[in-house]
């Protein structure tokens, strides 16, 4: 049932004291929740007998059967592809290539020749021989069908006709078959089925008449190309019903998962109860009351903002963002690449001082040559120390250059051999300035997790991190998105994780009332 188009928090908990949408790829989302999913998502932290609709459940533990073992990896499956196709715009798929240079291309390929090798020679035989070829008809035949409308009753009808393949089997058998004229009209109606894109291919086609297996083996290519053009129209179309329905479709199917595989919260619980405790601790340096509980969006927001420094080599992510591990991955080390190119520029700034401030070309270009030697610095083999030798050395260069180009004395052997010194002892973990810029930026990304209206303070970094303020803008807006959406669809399930952590960690005589916690969690 499509939803209405009132607009959602950042969180399912409380239509208050929440983050709206960035104005970002979330704005596709705006019209897909209902003001029921916040109201029913806050009742389900603030008491236990939460509606029905909201409260989510899990099977006990039990044993699973094959049957709900492939039922459930089939709900993933298609979990996976909903989301995938609603939060990225540009979702396709490719017609079927093996990698170059990989066994199953060299399988594939020698298949396919031996094959063709086959036709050619029975086409060969005399008198010839048409069995392989009326079956390539045949899947020619079906495959075309399968393009059309239910509507077009007039091409399906003379396709029918003309690809008659009893009729051509009787040809065949007194040798008056015309295989180069059905070609031909295969060719024809299918330069009038494909897609605008694939015109210069049925010109390609139509000039490639010589070798009739050449023909028949570049018609299937094409084919073939015309499939993955068909499914990722079919997703164009998927797209639109599920930007009204997401939340209810992932939602629900999510739930399914859940009825079926037991103990499948597991890794959001300890993920939550990790942000609950910090934010207990938070809580209780600066309460007086022993039982003082932090508000639930401060435990998710926390939890959240542990994404960003995420050891995905270590620890499994959550399973509410099974999705968009490989969009958080992403995120992190796109982030990551900004803080080490900040770190390099404040420490070349302090160093050298006044000579080199303010000139926004030479910070531009210092920037710039940074960051692409910082390229790919999340790679296995990517030898971080050895890379920032390199970056110190090229500064320097350019330092020296600006520097005599405007009449200062280049700097010292003893002063580039301390300032490339300290650009590698970046690489340590208390290093003082990689601490800072790492605290700024989750000062940066808590900031915007708690406003109301986050995209109106993108522009406002901490000071610091001017330097990337136009790198880290566009990585905020994209975690946020990602966020918001997630707290839309998995909000109930937060809710309920939540209350039951923070109650069960209070002794019954301390434990807050429903209504407090209800207070709590909107007053932040």
């Given at each position: 049932?499509?939803?209405?188009?009132?607009?959602?928090?950042?969180?399912?908990?409380?239509?208050?004291?929440?983050?709206s949408?960035?104005e970002?790829?979330?704005?596709?989302?705006?019209?897909?929740?209902?003001?029921?999913?916040?109201?029913?998502?806050?009742?389900?932290?603030?008491?236990?007998?939460?509606?029905?609709?909201?409260?989510?459940?899990?099977?006990?533990?039990?044993?699973?059967?094959?049957?709900?073992?492939?039922?459930?990896?089939r709900?993933?499956?298609?979990?996976?592809?909903?989301?995938?196709?609603?939060?990225?715009?540009?979702?396709?798929?490719?017609?079927?290539?093996?990698?170059?240079?990989?066994?199953?291309?060299?399988?594939?390929?020698?298949?396919?020749?031996?094959?063709?090798?086959?036709?050619?020679?029975?086409?060969?035989?005399?008198?010839?021989?048409?069995?392989?070829?009326?079956?390539?008809?045949?899947?020619?035949k079906?495959?075309?069908?399968?393009?059309?409308?239910?509507?077009?009753?007039?091409?399906?009808?003379?396709?029918?006709?003309?690809?008659?393949?009893?009729?051509?089997?009787q040809?065949?058998?007194?040798?008056?078959?015309?295989?180069?004229?059905?070609?031909?009209?295969i060719?024809?109606?299918?330069?009038?089925?494909?897609?605008?894109?694939?015109?210069?291919?049925?010109?390609?086609l139509?000039?490639?008449?010589?070798?009739?297996?050449?023909?028949?083996?570049?018609?299937f290519?094409?084919?073939?190309?015309?499939?993955?053009?068909?499914?990722?129209?079919?997703?164009?179309?998927?797209?639109?019903?599920?930007?009204?329905?997401?939340?209810?479709?992932?939602?629900?199917?999510?739930?399914?998962?859940?009825?079926k595989?037991?103990?499948?919260?597991?890794?959001?619980?300890?993920?939550?109860?990790?942000?609950?405790e910090?934010?207990?601790?938070?809580?209780?340096?600066?309460?007086?009351?022993?039982?003082?509980?932090?508000?639930?969006?401060?435990?998710?927001?926390?939890?959240?903002?542990?994404?960003?420094?995420?050891?995905?080599?270590?620890?499994?992510v959550?399973?509410?963002?099974?999705?968009?591990?490989?969009?958080?991955?992403?995120?992190?080390?796109h982030l990551?690449?900004?803080?080490?190119?900040?770190?390099?520029?404040l420490?070349?700034y302090?160093?050298?001082?006044?000579?080199?401030?303010?000139?926004?070309?030479?910070?531009?270009?210092?920037k710039?040559?940074?960051?692409?030697?910082?390229?790919?610095?999340?790679?296995?083999?990517?030898?971080?120390?050895?890379?920032?030798?390199?970056?110190?050395?090229?500064?320097?260069?350019?330092?020296?250059?600006?520097?005599?180009?405007?009449?200062?004395?280049?700097?010292?052997?003893?002063?580039?051999?301390?300032?490339?010194?300290?650009?590698?002892s970046?690489?340590?973990?208390?290093?003082?300035?990689?601490?800072?810029?790492e605290?700024?930026?989750?000062?940066?990304?808590?900031?915007?997790?708690?406003?109301?209206?986050?995209?109106?303070?993108?522009?406002?970094?901490?000071?610091?991190?001017?330097?990337?303020?136009?790198?880290?803008?566009?990585?905020?807006?994209?975690?946020?998105?990602?966020?918001?959406?997630?707290?839309?669809?998995?909000?109930?399930?937060?809710?309920?994780i939540?209350?039951?952590?923070?109650?069960?960690?209070?002794?019954?005589?301390?434990?807050?009332?429903?209504?407090?916690?209800?207070?709590?969690?909107?007053?932040?």
């Amino acid at each position: 049932m499509p939803l209405n188009d009132e607009r959602p928090g950042s969180m399912s908990f409380s239509g208050e004291d929440q983050g709206s949408d960035v104005e970002s790829s979330s704005e596709r989302c705006d019209s897909i929740t209902s003001a029921s999913d916040l109201d029913c998502s806050q009742e389900s932290f603030a008491s236990n007998n939460s509606s029905k609709h909201c409260t989510p459940s899990s099977s006990p533990p039990k044993v699973l059967s094959l049957d709900e073992v492939m039922d459930s990896a089939r709900d993933l499956s298609n979990l996976t592809l909903a989301h995938e196709i609603i939060v990225n715009p540009n979702f396709h798929l490719e017609a079927n290539s093996p990698p170059q240079d990989s066994l199953f291309k060299s399988v594939k390929d020698n298949l396919h020749k031996a094959f063709w090798d086959i036709l050619e020679a029975e086409l060969n035989d005399d008198p010839p021989e048409y069995g392989q070829a009326i079956k390539l008809l045949e899947e020619i035949k079906e495959t075309m069908l399968s393009f059309l409308n239910p509507g077009a009753n007039r091409i399906r009808t003379q396709i029918m006709e003309v690809l008659d393949i009893d009729l051509i089997r009787q040809q065949a058998d007194n040798d008056v078959i015309d295989i180069q004229g059905i070609a031909s009209y295969i060719i024809t109606t299918i330069g009038k089925m494909c897609a605008p894109a694939r015109d210069e291919e049925i010109k390609k086609l139509q000039h490639n008449t010589d070798n009739i297996v050449t023909l028949f083996r570049e018609i299937f290519r094409v084919l073939d190309l015309m499939k993955a053009d068909m499914v990722n129209w079919e997703i164009n179309n998927i797209r639109r019903v599920l930007l009204k329905q997401s939340v209810e479709y992932e939602r629900a199917t999510f739930q399914s998962i859940l009825d079926k595989t037991p103990n499948s919260l597991n890794n959001t619980t300890k993920w939550i109860k990790c942000a609950l405790e910090e934010s207990q601790s938070a809580v209780s340096s600066t309460e007086v009351k022993q039982t003082a509980v932090p508000g639930p969006f401060q435990v998710l927001n926390t939890a959240f903002l542990h994404l960003l420094t995420w050891d995905y080599t270590k620890n499994t992510v959550p399973e509410t963002l099974m999705t968009d591990e490989g969009r958080l991955r992403e995120i992190q080390e796109h982030l990551q690449q900004c803080q080490a190119v900040n770190e390099v520029l404040l420490i070349v700034y302090s160093t050298i001082g006044g000579p080199i401030q303010g000139l926004p070309t030479l910070s531009e270009r210092l920037k710039r040559m940074t960051t692409v030697l910082l390229d790919g610095m999340h790679r296995p083999n990517f030898n971080l120390e050895e890379t920032l030798q390199g970056v110190s050395a090229q500064i320097c260069c350019e330092l020296n250059k600006s520097l005599t180009e405007r009449g200062y004395s280049p700097l010292t052997s003893t002063l580039q051999a301390t300032l490339t010194g300290q650009i590698c002892s970046i690489t340590e973990k208390d290093n003082p300035i990689r601490t800072l810029v790492e605290d700024r930026v989750q000062q940066y990304f808590k900031m915007l997790l708690c406003d109301a209206k986050p995209q109106g303070k993108l522009e406002q970094v901490p000071a610091g991190l001017t330097i990337i303020k136009h790198d880290l803008m566009p990585v905020a807006a994209k975690f946020l998105s990602l966020v918001n959406y997630n707290k839309t669809v998995y909000g109930p399930y937060y809710a309920d994780i939540i209350r039951r952590l923070m109650f069960n960690n209070f002794p019954s005589e301390e434990r807050p009332s429903h209504s407090a916690a209800q207070d709590t969690a909107v007053s932040k």
